[in-house]
């Protein structure tokens, strides 16, 4: 015991207290437990909120960088760009520490909270006064407290679009005295990075993206598409899967049923996931769609899925009212939602016509839900004019490296197709059996060090993948076949 304690002790002093690089050193301090990992360093750049007119209120950019564990370490930092939008990366320091520790070893991982969003300046917006019992409104907030909150704002939320962001953080770059840097995105994230690549292609090394939700994307015109063929592959899987076939046949049947029901919101009894109270709540098709589809983002826990929706086809809507509640926003919500709006009630919205809704929403489970309940503010959210060519294909021949989850229901790999075209010095991986991020699957760690090390696709064996599959389907709940006989 005594042993392990001075050998923690010797790590800690030979490799976590490395500082990253010496200009950085100058302007930030050791991170105090309230502000990220305490073997960071932490500070803020102040920046004109209208960089345009470069005058009146300054916004502070929150700042997280992990230093690189070796003494030898590369001089190019990784940048990660968070998602959402509305997410901060350096909000989210402590899982970005675990997530990235393995390129940390070579050099520094910097954070910056996306102006809007953590603690730059956030445009949160969180319901007030909820009814617990309402679970009709699960993860919907009314019309009135966007309101309030856009009255409420010290910001002009028209300025925190993506192109703006990305200008900031070429501002931290230069703050921090790195030289050319590697970008990660994931997710919008990977929408900013391309965006940064556009804007800034002198500053770049290397670019990682993983699920690719380029700038032509149009948010969130083929989410009931791309959350419809994440089921139908669910389906399918269940289908050619002999034990999942025989436990829960019909499926296809079933969830056509379920949604017909649901329109028709039906009350049904049931037990409060969070309170444990019995009471009566009104079970409907948006609320049915949404933990469907949130449930498709991860192979694990799509994987209760078919056990779930014969339950509900039996009349038993426990399990689903749970698994909503498992993956629904809390007070600590991650997402900055006026910052959402500010993104997509600017960059997307206002491309997308009626027509094309009705097009890409048709004979879908999801429908036209993201419009008609989450994207309602944006009929009076301060928009900013976009520059003609946003929405065009961001071309480069910077060494960039894409990855798509097969099963993933919002960035699937058409996306990552499409991205590949004009990114001429190129690779897209697609990942099987996996959801919406691939960064910790399998050997995409390894296979993201070796295209860092070398800011080349050359000679990526992406062969590994190959071995991911699936996750078993839980025939019960003691769990996937066989498990519950042994």
């Known amino acids: 015991m005594v042993g392990r304690v001075i050998f923690t002790v010797l790590v800690v002093i030979g490799l976590g207290c490395r500082k990253p690089q010496p200009s950085a050193i100058e302007r930030l301090a050791r991170c105090r437990m309230e502000e990220g990992p305490t073997d960071g360093y932490c500070g803020k750049l102040p920046v004109f909120e209208n960089r345009e007119s470069k005058a009146g209120r300054k916004i502070n950019l929150k700042i997280v960088v992990l230093p690189a564990l070796k003494r030898e370490s590369r ?3 990784l940048f990660v760009l968070a998602g959402g939008p509305g997410q901060g990366a350096a909000k989210m320091a402590a899982s970005f520490s675990q997530i990235f520790r393995t390129f940390q070893n070579d050099r520094d991982i910097v954070l910056v909270d996306q102006r809007g ?3 730059s300046n956030p445009l949160n917006c969180k319901p007030e006064d909820r009814d617990e019992d309402d679970l009709s409104k699960l993860g919907a907030y009314p019309l009135e407290q966007f309101r309030k909150c856009l009255a409420g704002y010290d910001a002009e939320p028209s300025l925190y679009t993506t192109p703006v962001a990305m200008d900031d953080l070429e501002d931290v770059r230069l703050f921090l005295g790195y030289g050319k840097i590697n970008v990660w995105g994931g997710s919008y994230g990977t929408r900013a990075a391309l965006v940064y690549l556009r ?19 149009r948010l969130p015109l083929f989410v009931s598409r791309d959350g419809q063929r994440a089921l139908d592959l669910l389906i399918r899987d269940c289908e050619a899967d002999a034990s999942c076939r025989a436990r829960f046949p019909a499926l296809r049947t079933k969830v056509a049923a379920l949604l017909a029901h649901t329109a028709l919101k039906p009350r049904v009894r049931l037990t409060h996931p969070r309170t444990g109270e019995r009471g009566e709540v009104i079970f409907t098709r948006e609320l049915f769609a949404s933990i469907l589809f949130g449930a498709l983002y991860s192979p694990a826990l799509s994987s209760l899925l078919p056990r779930l929706l014969e339950d509900a086809a039996s009349g038993d ?5 749970a698994l909503g509640f498992a993956g629904e926003a809390t007070s600590d919500d991650p997402i900055s939602q006026g910052m959402f709006l500010s993104v997509v009630c600017s960059e997307d919205r206002p491309y997308i ?3 094309e809704i009705e097009a890409e929403t048709k004979n879908t489970f999801f429908g036209s839900t993201m419009f008609d309940t989450r994207l309602k503010p944006c009929e009076f959210w301060p928009r900013a004019e976009i520059a003609a060519g946003y929405h065009d294909a961001v071309k480069s021949d910077v060494p960039v490296l894409i990855f798509s989850g097969e099963l993933d229901p919002i960035t699937p790999p058409v996306w990552g197709e499409q991205a590949k075209r004009t990114l001429s010095n190129s690779r897209h991986i697609v990942v099987p059996g996996t959801g919406h991020g691939t960064i910790a699957a399998g050997c995409v760690p390894r296979l993201t060090s ?3 090390e ?6 990526l064996d992406e062969s590994c993948v190959r071995n991911l599959h699936r996750p078993p389907f839980f025939v019960n709940y003691s769990g996937p076949a066989g498990k519950a006989e042994r």
């Open 75 to 77: 001089p190019d930092p």
């Open 117 to 119: 969003t953590g603690d």
């Open 199 to 217: 804007r800034h292609p002198d500053s770049v090394r290397t670019v990682m993206l993983d699920g690719v939700a380029p700038t032509g994307m």
């Open 317 to 321: 809507y426990q399990g689903l009212l």
């Open 353 to 355: 016509t009626r027509a």
């Open 450 to 452: 070796k295209f860092l």
């Open 454 to 459: 070398q800011a080349s696709v050359a000679g």
